[in-house]
């Protein structure tokens, strides 16, 4: 294996490609990554593509993150992130308004206009 030499990213001193960090500021080494493969851009640790966590600084990929619930995988960005919001501003009020039919007050007669 060849080694060269690059540039800090942070202080911009010469190291060795196959450093884990600069000698000079501490700064991480970013690593070559395979065709499977990423890298945690937090800690630089080299994972699997389809890792959700990263076992060195324990982030968490996903596309949408709430501190009460974690990261959100693909479907539950769908449904907490679109569904839930557009049916709670347009249909709310629909909802409650057949809730309290179905429930509370049961079927009644409706007259139609011009059924005469």
């Not at 990213?9 to 600069?22: H, R």
């Not at 851009?41 to 982030?59: E, N, Q, V």
């Not at 919001?85 to 409706?110: D, K, Q």
């Amino acid at each position: 294996m060849v080694m060269a030499l690059i540039n800090c990213k942070d202080c911009n001193s010469e190291i060795s490609d196959s450093a884990e960090a600069c000698p000079k500021c501490g700064a991480p080494v970013p690593k070559i990554v395979g065709p499977d493969e990423e890298q945690c851009p937090h800690c630089l640790t080299i994972l699997h593509s389809s890792a959700t966590k990263c076992h060195g600084c324990r982030a968490v990929k996903g596309y949408m993150y709430e501190p009460r619930y974690g990261a959100f995988g693909k479907t539950g960005t769908i449904v907490w992130g679109l569904i839930v919001p557009a049916i709670t501003i347009i249909g709310l009020p629909i909802s409650v308004y057949a809730a309290y039919r179905l429930f509370v007050t049961g079927p009644r007669w409706f007259v139609s206009r011009g059924a005469d």
